[in-house]
């Protein structure tokens, strides 16, 4: 019997796989495991450089491109970054004008939805 540790979407899962010979095997799978939480990540910019309007993510996904830095002067609807999503690759833009005041994330973060990205003054 060989036992592994595998995780589906965020669950994780002990299991147990039996080999019966002649190639065959059975799994047995145990209870989800409780899994420790994740140490908080550092954002990239410290928290007194916010700005009072903030970018948020509209889901999930993984950041692929960031299009400004701080002091970066963006109209409304320009292209702040880009983030990943299902395969396809979605443009975050500014609200309104303005300038940026923190981007808080990096190329190939991943985030869930609603988190800040980047704030604006």
Request: charged content about 15%.
């Amino acid at each position: 019997m060989k036992s592994y540790t595998i995780t589906v979407n965020g669950t994780v899962y002990d299991v147990t796989v039996e080999e019966k010979g002649a190639g065959t095997t059975s799994a047995v799978l145990t209870a989800p495991v409780a899994k420790a939480p994740a140490a908080p990540k550092a954002s990239a910019a410290p928290a007194g450089n916010q700005g009072n309007i903030k970018v948020n993510a509209p889901m999930p996904g993984k950041i692929l491109d960031i299009r400004v830095s701080g002091g970066t002067s963006v109209k409304k609807g320009q292209v702040l970054l880009i983030l990943e999503a299902m395969k396809m690759e979605n443009e975050v833009v500014a609200p309104e004008d303005g300038t940026v005041a923190s981007v808080n994330v990096s190329v190939g973060d991943s985030v869930e939805a609603g988190a800040v990205l980047a704030t604006l003054n």
